[in-house]
Each structure stands twice: as structure tokens, then as C-alpha cells.
């Protein structure tokens, strides 16, 4: 008998044979019972062959009994997991004596010989006891070997942390904007987390990552529970790594004040065997110091002939010092050499309240419903830290989820159903630190310098005195004292608001059969359907946001609303203006458009944008034990997502089209995904397995597209510059070094250069097809003693098409597309439609979309391969010890790291910069952020008892994972900062490699029979590694200059140098704002290839727990 999945997401199941010990000839009609974790027991009689299954098992520990006759043979310590079989065969001596009861302690092998998945499921016990600084979920998937923390999430085998789905007792909660995770859950509340990296079946789809399925503790028939707490003070953590940041004169380090929580949790019945309940509470508080350190850079030494530095005279050369109007260099480390001037410590804090409540009903032994709610309201304060401290944001949100399940078993439990219904909503709300600037707009300073802005208020009369130029008590006048060339400076209002709020609503039915014919056969139908809305507001605080290059240009930029054709609303009562690709040059190739300009008011009109996604899926698979031994696994999963455009929009005229927009704007469709698997049992008692597996897997958009993309985004930037006389901005501001860009929302003369971003629309390629990923797995387990487990796996991924937006005509105008590709077929289709049209100006459009659809031809087609070898070696749970540990080997390489762009930190899955333009691809090629060669990972705990009352646990883990790919990055002449590869991807080596060690301490005493304290002490990155986390790969900066701290300068853009080496940087020449190459050298980032982020220190958590 065999199964690729137990029955459900949130339950395990356990089945096998069971023979007579002499002839080894199958038993039929024996009744197998399992009693455990689940409220009330679950039994089955064997078949023909001797087989037998039992499902809807809550994930723990079972007792699973045969009776044959008047023979009773109990196995225990058998632990289910969910969506997982634990195989349990047996064998009966039929000439025991009749009453006999034998009982065995031995537990089943740990390999589920009737599944190709790639993944790890952790219990209560490792959840417990191996230490993860992460309270939720997350820390303890990151386990999984293949995973790693890209900064935002959880990476899995080669993927974005973008790219996975995450599951919550069958709710999907994960988050609908960017695919991140939408619900935090308590580790106090889960009994158990899977991690499926791979080779998943039909049933799981909307994922090429992995899949991450939480299940919550439940209620049974015994009343139980536990008090807990943890804290982890500041006193007990080293203090963070300096990671000064290079030309500029601000340096942060953060610290954790403390990080604490405590809750209490309860479950039992409310009706034995018929209803059951389990409720969890508990708050979340931290509070993280930021020490804010201000500098000055000094210009007293000399590099002497010996190659070393002299000590530090600030006389002028000339007056027998070393002061030459160059700031100092540290040969050594590349630094600017800097005196420290003030330090103050800045706080941020977070509130987070997590409660959590769950019904089981067991109407019968057969039928059972589930009812399960989780509500984590949050709340959150963050200080200025590059600016002034009312720079600072809060924020505050409230996520909740809700599903209602229910199973049936049918005809003699060879049938069983599952129906589910879910819905998880989540808030955010964001503004100022004070609110009272949410009305401001906010301006971020660049190019000048700390002494100037000093007289803005928000740095200290040290700060102010040291940063000072020229004055009297000035050591080192010759330079400027305090550049900020590499940090901008924030002040203002907390620039974007939001008022958002998203809302999944989802139902699943699935049906399994099992039968017999040439083997036995599992038969599993399903369908799920989900409607996603998504809510999110354009407001920016003031109605703007200020780009301030002191001395040089002052950039506006707003959320807008171009008035529809015929609209007298007297609203849009301003003019925007841009250019227009279509036109020629000057007056002709301009747009002007009637417009209204989006204030910061949230509720105000056009600032609220609500659009929705319908994605359905239905799957076939078949489970084909063909021999005991040997399983085929065949299935096929269909998926539909349809992305809608904005309320507002539907029923508008399309810019691009001249048609009106209806209601979708982009149909997925007819999207197979065949998987196919095969697993051989050699030792035929479920001790071994050779498998392989193949199959498609489909990506699910996030909605972040639709609230850009599909809501009719329209921002306008105007660009003021000074010179000549004009000062349409005002006059120079002292405190600022330039005019305060506030004076450009009314100025008193006409902007040197006016954008509309988005008011073309945006084009969708005809017959545009859905982004997937293909997966080859092939391995081999083996069960070497009864507790250790070895196994070694290959993985392939490859991306096989991707969706992006390009644009074939220089920005100007964008379409959503497969980069690389557009089938002939949809060519002759608009061939045959424009040789239909008569309307010259009809024509003359349709003729310039298929211009602009043919050159999707010219991208590089996306390129994501991983291949990986993951060596494992686990040893079961026994006599109080459990490890397991992988090394894995694995290269990333390609030109499209996926639906996050490492390189510029865009979070824009789906539209993100990387194909916006043919030029921008180049050197882009090579090892991707993801490709980290090498992966230790040891997790492992031994629990002593001393004595009857008391008990010793230990736990740890250790990692070692290879550093980060560097690459060197510059400025493009349209698309700003870091868009262009200077050198091909990755050829500036890699960051260092990154180890650690974790360890546990618990210790716990029997206070009664029902009830047992535990302390324990948990020390994270034991001996204090604080590796580089992340360079900066910015070689050149988008502005050059004229002096340190000076403000203006000019534009700095670079293209590369394809197929160049480091060597080549220095030939390097800077392009002009039209895209031509100058003979001026383009200047360098001087904080190029430092550190700007490191792993956490050494810190340690203290915690407890009553358990009753």
C-alpha cells in the first residue's frame, strides 16, 4: 500500500503490513488502532494483503495497537508528523498463547518510503530545544537545509525569499503584496513546522520556493497547559560591531535594550471525546538603542616613504605640519581617518500581542470539524537615526485569520473528504514618529555636510562646534570637517503614509480514494478557489516628496490623477507635463494633461486604490503502490490566476489601447503542471529508498503589480535647478547650503524638466504566459541502525519563463511580458488586425504596439539555474538524544535572481528595474546573490534525567555558509543609482564566510504528577563571529562631487565594461545626462566594497515554564 501525502496539510497518518512471523504470509482482518495526540482514537481493519492505513492524525506521539484473535500487540513511541506517513509494519506470532499482550518499544524507521518530498518537519521537542533567535516560525525553518536569511525572508533552494507559501493549519497566510510572511506566529503555540524544499506533489502549488506548513497545538481530552516567559536584556549582549560608513559623518550602531515575552496557553475539553478547545495569549515588547555617532574627518598626516602614517600635526605644510587640504587616509583600511565628536542614543520599540483560539468536534470517530482563529494586533516606534530625530515613522496593524475544516471518512474509510474555509485580512497603518509632521512633506538632503545642517536643530552643540568650518576653534581648515557624501539626511514629515489593508478569502475541497487494481492505487481529487483584495493608499506626507542635491537640483516628486477625457471635475485644476516619445523634439514632443495633484490627507480623493487577483487551482493525483516496495507517483495540477485592474480604472479609456478597460487586466491561464515521481524500497520494511521526481510549478504574482502596475500609478517630478539669476525654489537656505526644497512646491519660476511616470498606461504583451519553474530531484536514504538515518539528494531548478515589464522605446513606454519572447502566432494576429483597420490614427497605434512587442524579442530570455548535492545524517529521537546534520554544495548562477532584486533593494516582484531596458542587461550574467557554495548545518539535544523528579536538557546548533557574491555596480543615466553591472556579476569575490554556534541550557523539575517548571538559558553566536552580512557594491555613485561636503557636482552615470575585470575601473569614463560617453573618469564611491551590515553579536535569552 502506498501514498506520495498523508489525507491533509494539518494531519499525519500511519499505515503499513502486517504478516504472520512464521510464513511471513499477509494478515487480514486485524484491527489496528492508533491512540495519541489526537482527541479520540482512530481505527481500521488490515486488508486482503495485509495492509492497512490510518489518517486524520493530529501531529504527536501514538500508541498504535493489533488485535488478531485473542493477541494484542502494542507499538508506542510511534510519532506522526503532518502531510506525512510513518510507516509501521508488523509482525504477529499467531502460536503465542491466547490473552498474550505484547508490547514493543521500537520506534518505526524515520524514511517515508512512499514520497519524493524534499524537506524537514521539527516537533515540540526541537522547536523546544534547539535555540533559534527568532520567536516564530521562521527560526526554526531556517533549519532546513538549503535555506538560508536573505534579509528579507526565508530563501529555499535557490529562490527569492519572495517566492514561497506559507501555510497556518491549512489557512495560507501568506503575505498578498510581496509574497513575504503575512502572519507571525508564536513558537509557544505551534506543535509542529514542515518544510517542503522540493519535489512537492500535486496538492501544493503557487509557490517555485518552498513551502513552509505550520501546525498550532490543539485540545484533547486531558486538561493541559503552560505559563512562559522569556527575556533577552541588553546586559546580557555584546555590543554591535562598528560599521562605519565612509565619507560620511554620521555612524549607527544598533543594540538591543531588551527583547521579551510571556503568555500562557491551555487546552482540554469542553465535551469528552466530542469537543475540544485550545486557547494562547501573549505580548511581545523590544525595545532596540541606537548609538548615533558623529565624526569629522582630519587633515593632519602624511604618508611617509616607509608606507606608514605620520602622527597628526595640523599645521599647514607649509608651516613645517602635515595639513595639505586632503582629508586623512588610513592606507590600511581604505577609511577616511575621522575624530569622534558626539555620540546619543536614539530608541525604537515594538508591541506585538499574539492570541490564538481553536474548536475540534468530533461529531463522530469518523467525521470531525475544526474551527481555528489567530488575531496578532502590533504597534511600532523607529527614531531618526540619518536625519532629524522627528524623522522617525510608527506604525501600527492588526492581522487576523480564521478557517473552518472539516473531514469525513466514507466506505469503510477507503473514502475521505476534506472542505475548507479561510480568510486572513491583515492592516497597516504608517506616519510620522510625531504626528503632527504627517503633514509635512519630507526632504532628504545629499551632498552637504553636518555643520551646515546642524543648524537645523537636531544635532548637538558639540556636533554643531566640531562639524563647523572656518571658525576659530577649526583644527583642520583646509577641508570641509563633516562631508555627507554616502548617507543622505532625512527632515520633514515621514514621507509615505499608508493606510492599507489586504484580504484573502479562500475555500479547498479535496477528495481521496483508494482502491485496487494491478497494485493499489490513492486517488486524490481537489479544488481551491481564492479572491484577493488589496487596498492601498498613494499619499505622500505634504502631497510630496523632496529630493534635495544641495546646490545642484531640487527633484518634486507627487502621486497623481490625470483627469479623464471629457472630466470637468474642477479637482484636477493643475497642468503636468512630459515628454512625448511619439512627438519630436521641444513644444511637438511634449504631453500636457489636466491633472490633480494627491494630497497627504488619507481618505482624500484618488489616494485609495483597491484592486483584486482570482486565482483557482484543481489537481489529479494517483498514488500507485505497484509492488509494497515500489511507488509511482503521477499527478497534475491546473492553475488560473486573473489580475484585475483598480475599481477606479474599469470602465475608463485605456491610454495606450483607446479601448475601455474592463476588468482584468492580465489572464494566466491554461497553465499544466505535471509531476511525476517513482520510489523504490530495496529493503522492503521501509528502511531504504531510491527515488527521483520531476515536475512544473507555477508562481502566484503577489499584488504588489496590481497596486502599481493595474491601479493607474502617475507620479510627476519636476526638476528645479538654480543658476543664472533664477531661484525658482528661493534663495539659498544657511541651514540647508542650497534652497530649501519646501519652496519648489510654489515656485516663483518654471522647472528645468517636468516626468509623468505611468500616464502611457502600461501594455500587457498579447498572449503573455505565466512564470514557472521546472525541478529534477533524484536520492537515495537508507536507515543504518534503528535511529540513524543517511541520505544524499540531488536538486536542479531552473527558471523557465519569467514575467517582468520592459520597455522597448527608452522608458517610455512599459509592458508586461515574458523578456525574450513573443510567439509568432499573437504577431499575425495583430498583423491580421491591422490589415483590418481603416482609422489612420487606429492604425498608426496598433502599428507602433507591434514595434514595441517585437523588440521583447531583443531581451535576454531570464536565466535562474541551481543545482545542488545535500549530504544528510540524522539520528532519531532515543534515550534522550536527537541530531541531524547536512552540508550542502549548491551554485546559483544566471541573470535574474528572481522576485527580489538583490542588487538595488527593489521589492517589486514581478516589475522590478532588472529588464526595464536592453542596456541594463549587460554583465548581468554570473553567480547570483543566492549562490552560497557552501552550507553546514548541525542541529542536535540530549535530555539527562536525574533522578525521577529532575532532568538536564542540552541543545545546540552550529553553522557554517559561504559569503555573499559581490559585484560592482553604477548609475544609469535614466534609471538612477546601482541600475548598471560597471563588471560582470559577481567577479569582486565573495564576502567572507559566515559560522556560529547556538546552545541551549535547560533544566527541569517534577513538581507533581501533572506538573513541571523548567529555566532555561539560551546563548546565540557563542563566540561573538560578527561577520559581514552585506557590502557596498555601489563602485559609482550617481553624483560627482565638486568637493567634500561642498554640495552640487555633476552627473556621474557609467556603463559597462562587458567582460571587464577589476583592472578595467580605472578606464572607466563618465556618461552624459543624453546617454554619450564624456573623457572625464568616472569617480568613485569611496565606501565602495565596505561592510554596511553585520550578523548580531553574542547575546543570550533568559526563559521559563510551567507546565501543567
Same mark, same amino acid.
Given at each position: 500500500?502506498?501514498? &506520495?501525502?498523508?489525507?491533509?496539510?494539518?494531519?499525519?497518518?500511519?499505515?503499513?503490513?502486517?504478516?504472520?512471523?512464521?510464513?511471513?504470509?499477509?494478515?487480514?482482518?486485524?484491527?489496528?488502532?492508533?491512540?495519541?495526540?489526537?482527541?479520540?482514537?482512530?481505527?481500521?481493519?488490515?486488508?486482503?494483503?495485509?495492509?492497512?492505513?490510518?489518517?486524520?492524525?493530529?501531529?504527536?506521539?501514538?500508541?498504535?495497537?493489533?488485535?488478531?484473535?485473542?493477541?494484542?500487540?502494542?507499538?508506542?513511541?510511534?510519532?506522526?508528523?503532518?502531510?506525512?506517513?510513518?510507516?509501521?509494519?508488523?509482525?504477529?506470532?499467531?502460536?503465542?498463547?491466547?490473552?498474550?499482550?505484547? =508490547?514493543?518499544?521500537?520506534?518505526?524507521?524515520?524514511?517515508?518510503?512512499?514520497?519524493?518530498?524534499?524537506?524537514?518537519?521539527?516537533?515540540?521537542?526541537?522547536?523546544?530545544?534547539?535555540?533559534?533567535?527568532?520567536?516564530? %516560525?521562521?527560526?526554526?525553518?531556517?533549519?532546513?537545509?538549503?535555506?538560508?536569511?536573505?534579509?528579507?525572508?526565508?530563501?529555499?533552494?535557490?529562490?527569492?525569499?519572495?517566492?514561497?507559501?506559507?501555510?497556518?493549519?491549512?489557512?495560507?497566510?501568506?503575505?498578498?503584496?510581496?509574497?513575504?510572511?503575512?502572519?507571525?506566529? +508564536?513558537?509557544?503555540?505551534?506543535?509542529?513546522?514542515?518544510?517542503?524544499?522540493?519535489?512537492?506533489?500535486?496538492?501544493?502549488?503557487?509557490?517555485?520556493?518552498?513551502?513552509?506548513?505550520?501546525?498550532? $497545538?490543539?485540545?484533547?481530552?486531558?486538561?493541559?497547559?503552560?505559563?512562559?516567559?522569556?527575556?533577552?536584556?541588553?546586559?546580557?549582549?555584546?555590543?554591535?560591531?562598528?560599521?562605519?560608513?565612509?565619507?560620511?559623518?554620521?555612524?549607527?550602531?544598533?543594540?538591543?535594550?531588551?527583547?521579551?515575552?510571556?503568555?500562557?496557553?491551555?487546552?482540554?475539553?469542553?465535551?469528552?471525546? $466530542?469537543?475540544?478547545?485550545?486557547?494562547?495569549?501573549?505580548?511581545?515588547?523590544?525595545?532596540?538603542?541606537?548609538?548615533?555617532?558623529?565624526?569629522?574627518?582630519?587633515?593632519?598626516?602624511?604618508?611617509?616613504?616607509?608606507?606608514?602614517?605620520?602622527?597628526?600635526?595640523?599645521?599647514?605644510?607649509?608651516?613645517?605640519?602635515?595639513?595639505?587640504?586632503?582629508?586623512?587616509?588610513?592606507?590600511?583600511?581604505?577609511?577616511?581617518?575621522?575624530?569622534?565628536?558626539?555620540?546619543?542614543?536614539?530608541?525604537?520599540?515594538?508591541?506585538?500581542?499574539?492570541?490564538?483560539?481553536?474548536?475540534? +468536534?468530533?461529531?463522530?470517530?469518523?467525521?470531525?470539524?475544526?474551527?481555528?482563529?489567530?488575531?496578532?494586533?502590533?504597534?511600532?516606534?523607529?527614531?531618526?537615526?540619518?536625519?532629524?530625530?522627528?524623522?522617525?515613522?510608527?506604525?501600527?496593524?492588526?492581522?487576523?485569520?480564521?478557517?473552518?475544516?472539516?473531514?469525513?471518512? !466514507?466506505?469503510?474509510?477507503?473514502?475521505?473528504?476534506?472542505?475548507?474555509?479561510?480568510?486572513?485580512?491583515?492592516?497597516?497603518?504608517?506616519?510620522?514618529?510625531?504626528?503632527?509632521?504627517?503633514?509635512?512633506?519630507?526632504?532628504?538632503?545629499?551632498?552637504?555636510? !553636518?555643520?551646515?545642517?546642524?543648524?537645523?536643530?537636531?544635532?548637538?552643540?558639540?556636533?554643531?562646534?566640531?562639524?563647523?568650518? /572656518?571658525?576659530?576653534?577649526?583644527?583642520?581648515? &583646509?577641508?570641509?570637517?563633516?562631508?555627507?557624501?554616502?548617507?543622505?539626511?532625512?527632515?520633514?514629515?515621514?514621507?509615505?503614509?499608508?493606510?492599507?489593508?489586504?484580504?484573502?478569502?479562500?475555500?479547498? +475541497?479535496?477528495?481521496?480514494?483508494?482502491?485496487?487494481?494491478?497494485?493499489?492505487?490513492?486517488?486524490?481529487?481537489?479544488?481551491? %478557489?481564492?479572491?484577493?483584495?488589496?487596498?492601498?493608499?498613494?499619499?505622500?506626507? /505634504?502631497?510630496?516628496?523632496?529630493?534635495?542635491?544641495?546646490?545642484?537640483?531640487?527633484?518634486?516628486?507627487?502621486?497623481?490623477?490625470?483627469?479623464?477625457?471629457?472630466?470637468?471635475?474642477?479637482?484636477?485644476?493643475?497642468?503636468?507635463?512630459?515628454?512625448?516619445?511619439?512627438?519630436?523634439?521641444?513644444?511637438?514632443?511634449?504631453?500636457?494633461?489636466?491633472?490633480?495633484?494627491?494630497?497627504?490627507?488619507?481618505?482624500?480623493?484618488?489616494?485609495?486604490?483597491?484592486?483584486?487577483?482570482?486565482?483557482?487551482?484543481?489537481?489529479?493525483?494517483?498514488?500507485?503502490?505497484? $509492488?509494497?516496495?515500489?511507488?509511482?507517483?503521477?499527478?497534475?495540477?491546473?492553475?488560473?490566476?486573473?489580475?484585475?485592474?483598480?475599481?477606479?480604472?474599469?470602465?475608463?479609456?485605456?491610454?495606450?489601447?483607446?479601448?475601455?478597460?474592463?476588468?482584468?487586466?492580465?489572464?494566466?491561464?491554461?497553465?499544466?503542471?505535471?509531476?511525476?515521481?517513482?520510489?523504490?524500497?530495496?529493503?522492503?520494511?521501509?528502511?531504504?529508498?531510491?527515488?527521483?521526481?520531476?515536475?512544473?510549478?507555477?508562481?502566484?504574482?503577489?499584488?504588489?503589480?496590481?497596486?502599481?502596475?493595474?491601479?493607474?500609478?502617475?507620479?510627476?517630478?519636476?526638476?528645479?535647478?538654480?543658476?543664472?539669476?533664477?531661484?525658482?525654489?528661493?534663495?539659498?537656505?544657511?541651514?540647508?547650503?542650497?534652497?530649501?526644497?519646501?519652496?519648489?512646491?510654489?515656485?516663483?519660476?518654471?522647472?528645468?524638466? =517636468?516626468?509623468?511616470?505611468?500616464?502611457?498606461?502600461?501594455?500587457?504583451?498579447?498572449?503573455?504566459?505565466?512564470?514557472?519553474?521546472?525541478?529534477?530531484?533524484?536520492?537515495?536514504?537508507?536507515?543504518?541502525?534503528?535511529?540513524?538515518?543517511?541520505?544524499?539528494?540531488?536538486?536542479?531548478?531552473? !527558471?523557465?519563463?519569467?514575467?517582468?515589464?520592459?520597455?522597448?522605446?527608452?522608458?517610455?513606454?512599459?509592458?508586461?511580458?515574458?523578456?525574450?519572447?513573443?510567439?509568432?502566432?499573437?504577431?499575425?494576429?495583430?498583423?491580421?488586425?491591422?490589415?483590418?483597420?481603416?482609422?489612420?490614427?487606429?492604425?498608426?497605434?496598433?502599428?507602433?504596439?507591434?514595434?514595441?512587442?517585437?523588440?521583447?524579442?531583443?531581451?535576454?530570455?531570464?536565466?535562474?539555474?541551481?543545482?545542488?548535492?545535500?549530504?544528510?545524517?540524522?539520528?532519531?529521537?532515543?534515550?534522550?538524544?536527537?541530531?541531524?546534520?547536512?552540508?550542502?554544495?549548491?551554485?546559483?548562477?544566471?541573470?535574474?535572481?528572481?522576485?527580489?532584486?538583490?542588487?538595488?533593494?527593489?521589492?517589486?516582484?514581478?516589475?522590478?528595474?532588472?529588464?526595464?531596458?536592453?542596456?541594463? +542587461?549587460?554583465?548581468?550574467?554570473?553567480?547570483?546573490?543566492?549562490? $552560497?557554495?557552501?552550507?553546514?548545518?548541525?542541529?542536535?539535544?540530549?535530555?539527562?534525567?536525574?533522578?525521577?523528579?529532575?532532568?538536564?536538557?542540552?541543545?545546540?546548533?552550529?553553522?557554517?555558509?559561504?559569503?555573499?557574491?559581490?559585484?560592482?555596480?553604477?548609475?544609469?543615466?535614466?534609471?538612477?543609482?546601482? =541600475?548598471?553591472?560597471?563588471?560582470?556579476?559577481?567577479?569582486?569575490?565573495?564576502?567572507?564566510?559566515?559560522?556560529?554556534?547556538?546552545?541551549?541550557?535547560?533544566?527541569?523539575?517534577?513538581?507533581?504528577?501533572?506538573?513541571?517548571?523548567?529555566?532555561?538559558?539560551?546563548?546565540?553566536?557563542?563566540?561573538?563571529?560578527?561577520?559581514?552580512?552585506?557590502?557596498?557594491?555601489?563602485?559609482?555613485?550617481?553624483?560627482?562631487?565638486?568637493?567634500?561636503?561642498?554640495? /552640487?557636482?555633476?552627473?556621474?552615470?557609467?556603463?559597462?565594461?562587458?567582460?571587464?575585470?577589476?583592472?578595467?575601473?580605472?578606464?572607466?569614463?563618465?556618461?552624459?545626462?543624453?546617454?554619450?560617453?564624456?573623457?572625464?573618469?568616472?569617480?568613485?564611491?569611496?565606501?565602495?566594497?565596505?561592510?554596511?551590515?553585520?550578523?548580531?553579536?553574542?547575546?543570550?535569552?533568559?526563559?521559563?515554564?510551567?507546565?501543567?
Amino acid at each position: 500500500m502506498g501514498s &506520495a501525502a498523508a489525507q491533509s496539510v494539518t494531519t499525519g497518518a500511519v499505515q503499513g503490513r502486517v504478516v504472520d512471523h512464521a510464513t511471513k504470509e499477509p494478515l487480514a482482518g486485524v484491527t489496528v488502532v492508533a491512540i495519541g495526540a489526537s482527541p479520540e482514537p482512530q481505527s481500521t481493519l488490515t486488508e486482503e494483503d495485509g495492509t492497512y492505513k490510518i489518517t486524520e492524525l493530529l501531529p504527536g506521539v501514538y500508541v498504535v495497537t493489533f488485535y488478531i484473535g485473542d493477541l494484542t500487540v502494542s507499538r508506542s513511541g510511534i510519532r506522526v508528523s503532518a502531510n506525512d506517513i510513518t510507516p509501521v509494519h508488523q509482525k504477529i506470532r499467531l502460536t503465542d498463547q491466547p490473552g498474550t499482550i505484547i =508490547e514493543v518499544d521500537s520506534p518505526p524507521p524515520q524514511i517515508n518510503p512512499h514520497s519524493t518530498t524534499k524537506g524537514s518537519k521539527y516537533d515540540r521537542r526541537h522547536i523546544e530545544r534547539v535555540p533559534t533567535q527568532n520567536r516564530g %516560525f521562521e527560526g526554526t525553518a531556517g533549519n532546513q537545509a538549503g535555506t538560508h536569511n536573505d534579509g528579507v525572508g526565508l530563501a529555499v533552494s535557490g529562490s527569492t525569499s519572495l517566492e514561497n507559501r506559507y501555510l497556518v493549519d491549512g489557512i495560507d497566510i501568506t503575505g498578498l503584496t510581496y509574497g513575504t510572511v503575512g502572519t507571525p506566529i +508564536l513558537s509557544e503555540f505551534i506543535e509542529e513546522v514542515e518544510v517542503i524544499a522540493g519535489g512537492y506533489n500535486a496538492e501544493w502549488g503557487r509557490a517555485i520556493g518552498g513551502i513552509v506548513n505550520v501546525i498550532t $497545538r490543539s485540545g484533547s481530552n486531558t486538561f493541559r497547559g503552560s505559563v512562559f516567559g522569556t527575556m533577552s536584556p541588553g546586559f546580557l549582549a555584546k555590543r554591535g560591531q562598528s560599521t562605519p560608513v565612509n565619507a560620511s559623518s554620521i555612524d549607527v550602531e544598533s543594540n538591543r535594550a531588551y527583547s521579551a515575552d510571556f503568555g500562557v496557553e491551555l487546552g482540554g475539553p469542553i465535551l469528552k471525546d $466530542r469537543l475540544f478547545f485550545y486557547v494562547g495569549f501573549a505580548p511581545q515588547l523590544a525595545r532596540t538603542d541606537y548609538t548615533r555617532i558623529t565624526k569629522r574627518q582630519t587633515d593632519c598626516r602624511q604618508l611617509l616613504p616607509s608606507g606608514e602614517l605620520s602622527g597628526c600635526d595640523p599645521r599647514l605644510s607649509s608651516q613645517g605640519g602635515y595639513a595639505d587640504g586632503t582629508a586623512d587616509v588610513d592606507p590600511a583600511t581604505g577609511f577616511y581617518i575621522t575624530d569622534e565628536l558626539d555620540r546619543d542614543v536614539r530608541s525604537g520599540s515594538s508591541q506585538q500581542y499574539s492570541a490564538l483560539a481553536k474548536l475540534n +468536534l468530533a461529531v463522530s470517530p469518523k467525521d470531525q470539524a475544526q474551527l481555528s482563529m489567530i488575531a496578532v494586533p502590533s504597534r511600532g516606534e523607529s527614531p531618526g537615526l540619518y536625519g532629524l530625530p522627528s524623522s522617525g515613522g510608527r506604525s501600527d496593524g492588526l492581522t487576523t485569520d480564521a478557517a473552518l475544516r472539516w473531514t469525513s471518512k !466514507l466506505n469503510e474509510d477507503r473514502t475521505e473528504v476534506e472542505a475548507l474555509v479561510a480568510w486572513h485580512r491583515s492592516t497597516s497603518n504608517s506616519g510620522s514618529i510625531d504626528p503632527s509632521l504627517d503633514s509635512q512633506p519630507r526632504q532628504i538632503l545629499r551632498g552637504g555636510n !553636518l555643520g551646515t545642517w546642524s543648524g537645523l536643530g537636531g544635532e548637538s552643540a558639540r556636533t554643531a562646534a566640531g562639524c563647523t568650518d /572656518g571658525g576659530a576653534g577649526d583644527p583642520y581648515s &583646509a577641508i570641509t570637517n563633516c562631508p555627507m557624501e554616502t548617507v543622505s539626511y532625512a527632515i520633514g514629515g515621514p514621507g509615505s503614509i499608508s493606510r492599507d489593508s489586504e484580504d484573502r478569502r479562500m475555500a479547498r +475541497l479535496t477528495a481521496t480514494q483508494r482502491l485496487r487494481a494491478a497494485g493499489t492505487h490513492e486517488l486524490k481529487v481537489g479544488l481551491d %478557489f481564492e479572491s484577493d483584495t488589496k487596498e492601498t493608499s498613494r499619499l505622500y506626507s /505634504g502631497g510630496a516628496f523632496l529630493q534635495n542635491d544641495v546646490g545642484n537640483s531640487i527633484r518634486v516628486t507627487r502621486w497623481v490623477q490625470l483627469a479623464p477625457a471629457g472630466d470637468k471635475d474642477p479637482r484636477f485644476d493643475q497642468m503636468c507635463s512630459t515628454a512625448d516619445a511619439m512627438g519630436g523634439n521641444g513644444m511637438a514632443g511634449t504631453k500636457t494633461y489636466a491633472c490633480d495633484f494627491l494630497s497627504g490627507t488619507p481618505g482624500a480623493p484618488g489616494t485609495s486604490i483597491v484592486g483584486s487577483t482570482i486565482n483557482w487551482a484543481a489537481f489529479l493525483r494517483d498514488s500507485w503502490a505497484i $509492488r509494497p516496495n515500489l511507488v509511482f507517483n503521477a499527478g497534475v495540477r491546473y492553475e488560473e490566476q486573473r489580475l484585475r485592474y483598480a475599481s477606479n480604472l474599469q470602465g475608463t479609456d485605456d491610454p495606450l489601447t483607446g479601448n475601455k478597460i474592463g476588468k482584468d487586466a492580465m489572464t494566466l491561464d491554461k497553465n499544466f503542471a505535471p509531476r511525476l515521481g517513482l520510489i523504490w524500497d530495496p529493503t522492503k520494511i521501509g528502511a531504504s529508498k531510491i527515488f527521483g521526481s520531476w515536475g512544473r510549478f507555477y508562481e502566484s504574482i503577489p499584488m504588489d503589480i496590481n497596486d502599481r502596475s493595474f491601479g493607474g500609478e502617475v507620479s510627476f517630478t519636476q526638476t528645479f535647478t538654480s543658476g543664472q539669476g533664477r531661484q525658482p525654489c528661493g534663495p539659498t537656505d544657511p541651514r540647508i547650503g542650497g534652497p530649501d526644497g519646501v519652496g519648489c512646491l510654489t515656485p516663483s519660476g518654471p522647472a528645468t524638466q =517636468e516626468t509623468l511616470l505611468g500616464s502611457s498606461g502600461v501594455l500587457v504583451a498579447p498572449g503573455i504566459k505565466a512564470q514557472y519553474m521546472d525541478e529534477v530531484l533524484a536520492g537515495v536514504e537508507y536507515q543504518l541502525s534503528d535511529n540513524l538515518k543517511l541520505g544524499i539528494t540531488y536538486q536542479n531548478r531552473q !527558471l523557465g519563463r519569467v514575467i517582468e515589464d520592459v520597455s522597448t522605446d527608452g522608458a517610455s513606454t512599459y509592458i508586461i511580458a515574458n523578456p525574450g519572447e513573443w510567439s509568432k502566432e499573437e504577431e499575425t494576429k495583430l498583423l491580421q488586425r491591422i490589415a483590418r483597420t481603416d482609422d489612420a490614427v487606429t492604425r498608426g497605434r496598433l502599428e507602433r504596439q507591434l514595434t514595441l512587442y517585437k523588440g521583447i524579442r531583443g531581451f535576454d530570455r531570464p536565466l535562474r539555474r541551481y543545482d545542488a548535492i545535500e549530504l544528510n545524517l540524522a539520528r532519531q529521537f532515543s534515550k534522550g538524544l536527537f541530531a541531524q546534520a547536512s552540508y550542502t554544495y549548491s551554485r546559483t548562477q544566471g541573470n535574474y535572481p528572481g522576485s527580489l532584486s538583490y542588487d538595488n533593494g527593489q521589492i517589486d516582484p514581478n516589475i522590478s528595474s532588472q529588464y526595464d531596458l536592453i542596456e541594463l +542587461l549587460a554583465n548581468r550574467t554570473g553567480k547570483l546573490p543566492q549562490d $552560497r557554495p557552501h552550507s553546514v548545518k548541525v542541529d542536535g539535544h540530549y535530555k539527562f534525567d536525574l533522578g525521577e523528579n529532575n532532568a538536564l536538557t542540552f541543545g545546540g546548533r552550529i553553522r557554517m555558509v559561504s559569503g555573499v557574491p559581490k559585484s560592482a555596480l553604477g548609475a544609469h543615466y535614466l534609471y538612477g543609482p546601482d =541600475e548598471s553591472f560597471v563588471l560582470p556579476r559577481g567577479v569582486m569575490g565573495r564576502s567572507e564566510i559566515q559560522h556560529g554556534i547556538d546552545v541551549h541550557l535547560a533544566y527541569a523539575r517534577k513538581l507533581s504528577k501533572t506538573m513541571t517548571a523548567e529555566v532555561y538559558f539560551d546563548v546565540f553566536n557563542l563566540y561573538d563571529n560578527q561577520g559581514t552580512f552585506d557590502t557596498d557594491q555601489t563602485y559609482a555613485p550617481a553624483v560627482r562631487r565638486t568637493a567634500p561636503g561642498a554640495g /552640487g557636482g555633476s552627473e556621474n552615470n557609467v556603463n559597462p565594461i562587458v567582460g571587464g575585470g577589476y583592472e578595467d575601473l580605472m578606464w572607466a569614463k563618465t556618461i552624459d545626462s543624453t546617454g554619450n560617453e564624456t573623457g572625464v573618469p568616472t569617480a568613485r564611491n569611496p565606501n565602495f566594497g565596505k561592510a554596511t551590515s553585520r550578523y548580531s553579536p553574542t547575546s543570550a535569552r533568559i526563559g521559563f515554564r510551567l507546565t501543567f
